[in-house]
């Protein structure tokens, strides 16, 4: 069997396709390793894929108290990740890579891996683009609502052919950011060219979501292929806590908060607007809160209507629950519609509004900015998804269409195919 490499940058909703690619690839023979942060190394061994650690890590992003904040702000949070939190590594990570990229038969890199494809193209080592979310491919007929993109969604008429050239302008300074990759790559020797943030690879696009989610636009590349959801949860019981079965099992099925793994470290009153309205409505609700919590109402503690757990395996969690209140992710996201859930969507930044439009579009979740996030109208929110039947059934509709979608069994077909083509 083949040696394939897999490279990722960023939080668990970054690491877990990874880990879902890794252990689906395993289990047909091949030999995988997964490069990333080195606080990752013993959740991604637990799963018997071979770790190597690449900087950045969590110690040189420095304090907690600063950086969540700035990679999450909403216009600026992107461009401020990779700029001052990848770009810094971007040699080192290069050398590394070197060493290691020619040992294998495949490589997957993440979008933020600049180097990946760099040494892959030095060594003539097969590579894949790798796409988590629709807003990872650049569409002039339906453009990324991320940023100060979001805007070109409200002049749409204008037609492709001017919104393109709106997003290469609105895009400037963000592709000169990159000029550290196109000056590494002029240095080792490739073509010179601009490097753009939407440059995919000629060998094949891996998108780890459905069709369905994201219909497929007249200017997509023709090599994307549609995986669906890579769900994976970071621990190996797929059940939940016995507290929190003892909990389900006591009354009606709750409303799941959650933040993910990296916005929870901000500072913001999600934990305080969800608190207030679940008093007010008189419902039950279960807070996923991380390893650190902060900003939870000590009345919440108290509450015998709401849970609050660290972590649960969301696959195992989001069957028993009525709803999820979440940040919109694209795992959290993929999960809940997974689970046929109605959802309501906070989003704070990233590709999160644009995942957050495209659930509401399916009339699957209603989005609240997280800037404008009240208790007020999170309760109306609640009680709407509560009394419109619409929001369950669309909710079941979609899952019962994605789970025709076998991800692994997709990938598996895919990787075999780029592999035979290469011998």
């Not at 492709?160 to 080792?188: A, E, G, R, Y």
């Not at 209507?305 to 992710?329: D, K, R, T």
Request: charged share 20%; aromatic share 12%; glycine share 6%.
């Amino acid at each position: 069997m083949s040696k394939i490499l897999l490279t990722t940058y960023g939080s668990y909703g970054d690491l877990h396709p990874f880990m879902a690619m890794g252990k689906a690839l395993i289990n047909v023979g091949h030999q995988v390793t997964l490069m990333s942060h080195l606080q990752y190394k013993e959740m991604v061994e637990k799963f018997g894929i071979h770790f190597i650690p690449m900087r950045p890590s969590e110690e040189d992003f420095g304090s907690e108290d600063i950086w969540p904040e700035k990679a999450h702000d909403p216009k600026t949070g992107t461009l401020y990740f990779m700029k001052e939190l990848i770009l810094p590594f971007l040699n080192e990570s290069y050398e590394l890579l070197e060493r290691e990229i020619p040992k294998y038969d495949l490589v997957i890199p993440h979008a933020f891996t600049f180097a990946a494809p760099l040494v892959a193209d030095k060594y003539n080592i097969p590579w894949l683009s790798c796409l988590l979310q629709p807003c990872a491919i650049f569409s002039a007929f339906d453009p990324p609502f991320v940023g100060n993109l979001k805007y070109l969604s409200y002049v749409k008429f204008l037609g492709p052919s001017i919104l393109k050239s709106m997003c290469h302008f609105m895009m400037k300074d963000f592709n000169k950011s990159l000029n550290p990759v196109l000056q590494l790559k002029i240095k080792i020797g490739l073509e010179n060219k601009r490097f753009g943030f939407w440059d995919y690879s000629t060998k094949g696009i891996l998108a780890l979501f459905p069709k369905e989610f994201s219909i497929e636009q007249p200017d997509w590349p023709k090599e994307i292929c549609n995986l669906g959801f890579p769900l994976f949860d970071q621990e190996n019981s797929h059940d939940i806590s016995s507290g929190l079965r003892k909990f389900i099992d006591k009354g009606e099925a709750p409303i799941v908060f959650t933040l993910g793994s990296t916005i929870v470290k901000t500072k913001n009153d999600f934990y305080l607007h969800a608190h207030k309205a679940i008093k007010e409505i008189g419902c039950r609700a279960i807070f996923l809160v991380g390893k650190k919590p902060q900003r939870i109402p000590e009345q919440a503690y108290q509450s015998a209507n709401i849970y609050i757990s660290n972590y649960e395996p969301f696959s195992a969690l989001f069957p028993y629950c009525s709803m999820v209140v979440h940040q919109c992710g694209i795992g959290t996201t993929g999960q809940a519609l997974a689970a046929a859930k109605p959802q309501i969507l906070i989003p704070f930044s990233h590709d999160q509004p644009d995942n957050a439009r495209r659930v509401e579009k399916l009339g699957i979740g209603i989005s609240i900015q997280s800037q404008k996030l009240t208790h007020k109208n999170l309760v109306e929110a609640i009680k709407k998804i509560k009394s419109t039947l619409s929001y369950a059934h669309n909710a079941e509709k979609f899952a019962q269409n994605i789970r025709q979608n076998k991800f692994d069994e997709n990938l598996i077909n895919i990787i075999h195919k780029k592999l035979e083509a290469k011998n």
